[in-house]
């Protein structure tokens, strides 16, 4: 049986993760600071090491303490909005992190690596879908950071002998369990639901934009599919000499309208969602081509947009 240490498993990706890395039949340890994770979230026979990946000796004993074969970074700052206020909190946290983790796995001779990116290193690509080929020009300090992670990477692979997987997130969404909802403040169904909590009408950023409807098209991926996606990545590092960068995503975009009409779906009653200026940086339109992941890996999304919403609701 391998272990996987998982950094920022206490937050809602990585809490996903834990479970489908233990259905695996895998070993996992935690690592996470719970600066912003929850630690009700981890199992209680999941080892927790509270500890910031930015302390490199506190994660090169975790690596040795628990023998792990390989590594789930997660561990991250994420806000694209907060990126462009603190740009250099953001390179520290997440630039640094990884260069701490990969010191740590150096020293303790781990190997196996996946590693969290996201669709923010795109940018505003000029067309869809996305592969993972399409030039990537970040639009913000956040997507920055992200590729950033993934150039170190792969410059330490050859040097420090890594087999590693880069899984490029689109939208994540739902949950897998009512415990494990996603709580943040910047992702679209949580905001919807939210609003509907303070009894005010959610918010449509922008009508006007080149799509079918004029609200922005996103892919909308499962947490629990995207978990599962990392437990392919886990078992592609064991058994080869990885070095691949992958999209997860559906394949299929959903608009900001769609979304709306999904939640008024889920709840029963139209939830009079309203049009409001654009927020700036948002693209048109990002939908992830999923061909190679399912080329290599053999994964697929298998959740709907309607399971999504409906396992994100609060009550």
């Given at each position: 049986?391998?272990?996987?240490?998982?950094?920022?498993?206490?937050?809602?990706?990585?809490?996903?993760?834990?479970?489908?890395?233990?259905?695996?039949?895998?070993?996992?340890?935690v690592?996470d600071d719970?600066?912003?994770?929850?630690?009700?979230?981890?199992?209680?026979?999941?080892p927790?090491?509270q500890?910031?990946?930015?302390?490199?000796?506190s994660?090169?004993?975790a690596l040795?303490?628990y023998a792990?074969?390989?590594?789930?970074?997660?561990?991250a700052?994420?806000?694209v909005?907060e990126?462009?206020?603190q740009?250099?909190?953001?390179y520290?946290?997440?630039?640094t992190?990884?260069?701490?983790?990969?010191e740590?796995m150096?020293?303790?001779?781990?190997?196996?690596?996946?590693?969290?990116?996201?669709?923010?290193?795109?940018?505003?690509?000029?067309?869809?879908p996305?592969?993972?080929?399409?030039?990537?020009?970040?639009?913000s300090?956040?997507?920055?950071?992200?590729l950033?992670?993934?150039?170190?990477?792969?410059?330490?692979?050859?040097?420090q002998?890594l087999?590693?997987?880069a899984?490029?997130?689109?939208?994540?969404?739902?949950?897998?369990?009512?415990?494990?909802?996603?709580?943040?403040?910047?992702?679209?169904?949580?905001?919807?639901?939210?609003?509907?909590?303070?009894g005010?009408?959610?918010?449509?950023?922008?009508?006007?934009?080149?799509?079918?409807?004029g609200?922005?098209?996103?892919?909308?991926?499962?947490?629990?599919?995207?978990?599962?996606?990392?437990?392919?990545a886990?078992?592609?590092?064991?058994?080869?000499?990885?070095?691949?960068?992958?999209?997860?995503?559906?394949?299929?975009?959903a608009s900001?309208?769609e979304?709306?009409a999904?939640?008024s779906?889920?709840?029963?009653?139209d939830?009079?969602?309203?049009?409001v200026?654009?927020?700036?940086?948002?693209?048109?339109?990002?939908?992830?081509s999923?061909?190679?992941?399912a080329g290599?890996?053999g994964?697929q999304?298998?959740?709907?947009?309607?399971?999504?919403?409906?396992s994100?609701?609060?009550?």
């Open positions: 049986m391998t272990t996987w240490l998982i950094t920022g498993g206490a937050g809602y990706i990585g809490a996903h993760v834990v479970r489908a890395l233990r259905e695996s039949g895998r070993s996992v340890v690592l719970l600066s912003t994770g929850h630690a009700d979230r981890i199992p209680d026979d999941v927790l090491a500890v910031s990946v930015l302390d490199t000796p994660v090169r004993d040795r303490e792990v074969d390989g590594v789930v970074h997660l561990a700052k994420k806000a909005g990126s462009v206020e740009p250099l909190h953001y520290r946290e997440n630039v992190g990884v260069i701490s983790l990969l740590a150096r020293d303790e001779g781990v190997h196996n690596l996946v590693y969290s990116s996201s669709a923010a290193v795109y940018g505003e690509p000029p067309w869809s996305i592969r993972e080929e399409t030039p990537c020009a970040p639009l300090p956040y997507g920055e950071t992200k950033v992670g993934e150039w170190m990477i792969r410059a330490a692979a050859s040097a002998r087999s590693w997987v899984l490029r997130y689109f939208n994540v969404a739902g949950a897998g369990a009512p415990e494990l909802r996603d709580t943040s403040v910047n992702n679209l169904i949580p905001m919807v639901y939210a609003a509907l909590e303070r005010v009408a959610p918010q449509v950023f922008g009508s006007d934009y080149p799509t079918p409807d609200s922005c098209i996103r892919d909308y991926i499962h947490v629990s599919d995207l978990a599962d996606a990392h437990v392919a886990a078992a592609y590092c064991e058994a080869n000499d990885a070095q691949d960068v992958f999209n997860v995503g559906t394949g299929e975009g900001v309208w979304v709306m999904a939640v779906e889920a709840v029963g009653h939830i009079g969602a309203v049009a200026a654009r927020r700036t940086g948002d693209p048109p339109e990002l939908v992830a999923a061909d190679r992941i290599v890996l994964w999304a298998r959740r709907d947009l309607a399971e999504m919403v409906s994100a609701r609060l009550d």
